[in-house]
């Protein structure tokens, strides 16, 4: 098949969108042998749906896609309308899950073999110019029969994929955006995970060690609130997970001091930060300016226990 005269991107790809039943969450994965693929493929809007557009990439059907379902419109309404409308349908490859759970999806019938979708509940899987037609079966398989979070039964779906052999071309790009199940009005406050690998020769071994990195963040600002409403044991639960996830950075550890001190608790966070600043004087420089409006309970006296360390 020879490229359309018009502008498209050629996004041959796997990608999986979904709803959590229990969460609401909605989301979209995908991984594929071209650059950037996050930037076009994953579409995503919390308590709206996501949207997944590939093979001949039309952007268009993410952007209209959720701008339908956001005033009422199904995934199934909202995917007729944009196909009816599309004279180059049978070259697209969209999927989309809507906020009650729908779902569809279209594999036109000039997508580069082998390629087909899966519709299961709540979920769809599509693949384009794979190396085997087992690819998207084993995805749906194993989305279904594995258990977690979202992003874990996604991240499993799109290794399954791979484990099938994945695009014929190989691997460079990966992408994952989950959204709450409903909007906050805050677009940033909604997206949970918002992970683009946009070059890599191992793009899932990446994506998922962002996936680790973030749920340290996550972590993080679960025990800033936790310290803020005086729960010291959940937020040192919290803090605790976010070291663990984000291995050798200190800016956890850090924070988690920091908390410690102001929370008055100065036997605990004396010897992380003895540790810290031993390691890099930095640290000490910076907690000589930390705003005290900011942590209004590291007075003078805690200060200068902190400094005498």
Not at 1 to 13: G, K
Not at 101 to 130: C, D, R, W, Y
Not at 207 to 212: E, F
């Amino acid at each position: 098949m020879t490229r359309p005269e018009f502008d498209a991107p050629l996004i041959h790809t796997y990608s999986i969108v979904a709803r959590d039943p229990a969460t609401g969450q909605m989301g979209v994965a995908v991984q594929s042998h071209y650059f950037s693929v996050g930037s076009v493929v994953t579409w995503a809007e919390a308590g709206v749906g996501a949207v997944a557009t590939q093979s001949i990439g039309e952007p268009s059907y993410g952007a209209l896609g959720l701008e339908l379902m956001r005033v009422g419109k199904s995934a199934a309404e909202t995917l007729r309308g944009l196909l009816a409308a599309d004279d180059h349908r049978e070259l697209r490859q969209v999927a989309m899950v809507d906020a009650r759970g729908g779902v569809a999806a279209h594999t036109g019938a000039l997508a580069i073999k082998p390629a087909g979708h899966i519709v299961g509940e709540q979920f769809s899987v599509q693949a384009n110019m794979m190396l085997r037609e087992t690819v998207w079966p084993a995805m749906a398989r194993v989305f279904a029969d594995t258990g977690g979070e979202l992003v874990d039964r996604m991240l499993a779906a799109l290794d399954a994929a791979e484990a099938e052999g994945g695009d014929i071309r190989g691997m460079q790009s990966s992408a994952l955006v989950i959204v709450g199940a409903q909007s906050t009005g805050r677009p940033w406050v909604d997206r949970i995970f918002d992970l683009r690998v946009d070059d890599h020769r191992e793009p899932l071994a990446e994506l998922r060690r962002l996936v680790g990195v973030r749920r340290a963040y996550l972590h993080m600002s679960a025990a800033d609130k936790a310290f803020a409403r005086g729960e010291i044991a959940q937020g040192n639960l919290d803090y605790e997970a976010a070291e663990r996830l984000i291995g050798d950075n200190p800016e956890m550890r850090y924070w988690h001091a920091i908390a410690l001190a102001a929370a008055g608790q100065m036997d605990a966070a004396a010897p992380m930060l003895r540790e810290l600043f031993a390691r890099d004087p930095n640290w000490r420089t910076l907690t000589k300016r930390l705003p005290r409006g900011m942590f209004p309970r590291l007075d003078d006296a805690v200060l200068a226990r902190i400094f005498a360390l």
